[in-house]
């Protein structure tokens, strides 16, 4: 079962355009016949907003226009129908901004320079109002009301009575409050929209996570319909969630290229883009667990507090998700979960990497932590005796989820393997007993990851020339959808991958799709892909069983060698191969009965959800007299269900385990007390580079799920649930000979530092 990844199973076509720099960015796009844009933003949290002076901005050297709310006339829109209606945002602020870098105007000049310089010329007249930051502030009853037509600063609830026989088993009960601070998704390629007006349609090329979804937010915000825009996407930099759905600056641009007949284009700078792209995490998770004698869990009871930020994003859904995902791997009879999605006078909370779940681990693998201290258990014991095993999955948890296939023991056993627990535990002993300025320590997470949803569209297609165009609804921006799903579709013909051309990021083209997002693109697109191509491939052995008068059922698939371009042949007899070429072209005769060409398009709806689940372990060194921190190893030990790429999935078991690492040492969008954002450059917020991470050791179990055709689950994000609490567990556990038994992330020197002084001190804070 075991996999380690090696060579990848398909040869991959898209690495060549990316080294060699052929391949195309949106800022490699010629835009020569384009406008450039810069926005006002607000520089106060929240703020009555008087007046907009744009008279000196209009007379600057190359404007073009300068352009509000009252001259684009964009109704407020929510991303949800849940959300109330009074948290709506407007696309341009009209009598109030509620964050730091909220849009007012929009500049539009000849050049960049021009549009920057004119947009510091706005004059805003601004009441600036008490700002509300983080879900602390915004519990307090005397907090001042981002939207005083809704009279609370509660965007969405799920709280009912507690339940009061939840722990009557239990011999212990342990608690803890668990923060997950806000982070940001801070891809490579920052925000950038270029649109064209075209007679009544739009041209719209941008940087987003499915071109689909971004059409279809691009038609309800502007009152078209969606077949009057055409969206497409360059090569993108990133999206790890931040690009779900687009920004409310494309909104603008496209608005404003509409109501001037120009076309226009907005390249955002990263300060921009860790200002105003919508942000992740932004939760706590107050936790209570109840065990009997035997250190099994008899009850769980979480209470969720989520920030929405100024305006409800995504930030509402994801403790709604949350809710389902609270049993995480483990046995648990009885749960009770509540939880209160807050507004306050910061960014957008939206998608990023595990959306939800990283935040519900890290509560559940927090306490499992913190009550193995409590019971007199090792962490790692104290898991085995709770995890589902393999025997009992498929399992119903009691909040309504079915898993569906994992070893979850398994994944732990092989986790503590590889990172040398007991070698550890023996080192950590002897720099105790030798009185030494560092201390190791090691931790493990445990998780279980909802991974597939939706429908998705697959098209498979044959050319007379031989080659084959796949179609497929997702988006690839980094994740190797040519190579794995295209090299899946041509296996499956028999045909070399380099015969394949794979379309995606085209609305036009592309007529359906969901996007890329939690962890969806192999096994959705993948399977939708792999049935067009089974159709096609059904279709073609009727043709090839006519030509060479045969059973279809003794046709097979041939590839191509040194004997022959391949194809379809009798079973036994390869040297009669009909060619896909010859296939192609019988299918569209009218004489050969299937006119229209040899091909199939399928919309793939899957019965339920696959879970991945796996076992990060990691082993770190803290400086006790600097409070720095160096992650030693990492093991990932991940179940992804049938692996179609091994180099694939390794990649993301790595990039996904650097995020986690990241969020648990260095990563936090930090505000000051008015509001104002503290981590608008790479300076201050933190991000591990290839010296702060070590070798990250992966293993695949590959243990199918039936629910996808293919077999495959989710991959892409499981490293960001996991990992910050398998490395947050290990500094704790460096830390616990000092009474330090919990640290907020992310795990900062300063912040470790300030513990040990406290501890020497005997001022320990749990």
């Keep these: 079962m075991l996999i380690k990844p090696g060579r990848g199973t398909f040869r991959r076509v898209e690495d060549a355009g990316l080294l060699r720099g052929s391949t195309h960015y949106l800022r490699d796009l010629d835009a020569a016949d384009c406008l450039a844009v810069a926005f006002v933003r607000s520089p106060v949290a929240h703020a009555v907003v008087r007046a907009v002076h744009t008279d000196a901005a209009r007379s600057a050297p190359g404007v073009v226009a300068v352009l509000d709310a009252a001259d684009l006339g964009l109704a407020p829109f929510r991303f949800f129908a849940q959300i109330p209606e009074a948290m709506a945002r407007p696309p341009l602020a009209v009598d109030r901004v509620r964050f730091v870098g909220e849009l007012l105007a929009v500049v539009v000049a000849d050049t960049d320079a021009h549009a920057v310089d004119a947009a510091e010329l706005v004059e805003l007249d601004l009441d600036t109002l008490e700002a509300v930051v983080g879900v602390d502030a915004a519990l307090d009853d005397a907090a001042p009301l981002l939207f005083p037509e809704h009279r609370s600063n509660v965007v969405l609830s799920y709280e009912r009575p507690p339940r009061a026989d939840l722990f009557d088993a239990a011999a212990v009960v342990v608690e803890g409050r668990f923060p997950n601070q806000r982070l940001a998704s801070a891809p490579l390629e920052p925000d950038a929209v270029l649109v064209r007006p075209d007679g009544d349609r739009l041209d719209v090329w941008c940087t987003c996570q499915g071109v689909q979804m971004a059409r279809r937010d691009l038609a309800g915000a502007l009152g078209l319909a969606e077949t009057q825009i055409r969206v497409r996407t360059a090569a993108v930099g990133g999206g790890f969630g931040g690009r779900h759905a687009i920004p409310i600056e494309f909104v603008v641009v496209a608005a404003a290229a509409r109501h001037l007949g120009r076309a226009l284009r907005w390249d955002s700078s990263r300060t921009e883009n860790l200002l105003s792209m919508v942000h992740g995490r ?40 949350g809710r389902k995902m609270a049993c995480g791997p483990y046995r648990i009879p009885a749960v009770d979960v509540s939880w ?23 509560g559940l693998e927090r306490i499992m932590d913190v009550a193995a201290r409590r019971l007199g258990l090792d962490p790692i014991e104290l898991r085995r005796r709770n995890l589902l095993t393999a025997a009992e999955l498929p399992h119903q948890t009691v909040t309504g989820l079915r898993y569906d296939s994992g070893d979850y023991p398994l994944a732990l056993e092989q986790a503590a393997g590889l990172a040398g627990v007991e070698e550890v535990r023996r080192r950590q002993q002897q720099q105790r007993r030798d009185g030494q300025t560092q ?73 359906r799709g969901e ?145 986690g690492i990241g969020q648990a040492l260095y990563e936090e969008v930090a505000y000051d007390a008015d509001g104002t954002p503290r981590s608008t450059t790479f300076v201050d917020y933190l991000l591990p580079s290839a010296a702060e991470v070590p070798a990250i050791d992966t293993l695949t179990l590959g243990i199918p799920t039936p629910i996808a055709p293919n077999g495959a689950k989710g991959v892409g994000e499981n490293g960001a649930i996991a990992a910050p609490s398998s490395v947050q567990n290990a500094v704790l556990d460096a830390l616990a000979e000092f009474g330090i038994t919990h640290l907020d992330l992310p795990l900062t020197p300063q912040r470790i530092w300030h513990a040990l002084a406290g501890a020497r001190t005997g001022d320990v804070t749990p």
Excluded: K
């Design 282 to 321: 932004a939760q706590c998770h107050e936790v209570a667990m109840g065990f009997d004698d035997d250190g099994r869990i008899v009850g769980l009871r979480v209470r969720n507090l989520a920030d929405c930020g100024a305006y409800p994003h995504f930030g509402p859904l994801m403790p709604f998700m």
């Design 340 to 362: 209160v999605a807050y507004a306050t006078t910061t960014n957008p909370v939206g998608a990023y990497r595990g959306a939800g779940q990283p935040e519900v681990t890290n």
């Design 439 to 511: 201390r190791v320590g090691v931790g493990v997470a445990c998780y279980v990851s909802c991974t597939a949803s939706g429908t998705e569209y697959g098209a498979v297609e044959v050319a007379r020339d031989g080659t084959v165009t796949v179609r497929a609804g997702t988006s690839n921006h980094g994740q190797s959808h040519p190579t794995v799903i295209g090299g899946a579709v041509a296996e499956r013909l028999g045909i070399p991958i380099e015969r394949i051309r794979y379309i995606d990021n085209d609305s036009d083209a592309v007529p």
């Design 515 to 659: 996007g890329t997002g939690g962890s969806r693109s192999a096994q959705m697109a993948g399977s939708a892909t792999l049935r067009a191509a089974d159709a096609v491939l059904d279709a073609a052995r009727l043709l090839a069983a006519a030509r060479l008068e045969a059973r279809p059922e003794d046709i097979v698939v041939v590839a191509p060698d040194a004997n022959g371009p391949g194809g379809l042949a009798v079973a036994g007899v390869p040297a009669r191969a009909v060619g896909w070429p010859e296939l192609a072209e019988l299918a569209e005769s009218a004489e050969a009965g299937t006119a229209g060409g040899l091909r199939a398009e399928v919309d793939l709806e899957l019965d339920g959800a696959t879970f991945s689940s796996g076992a990060h372990a990691s082993v770190v060194e803290v400086d006790l007299e600097t409070g720095s921190v160096r992650v030693l190893r990492h093991v990932a030990v991940d179940d992804c269900g049938t692996v179609l790429d091994h180099t694939v999935v390794a990649g993301q078991q790595h990039g996904g385990s650097v995020a």
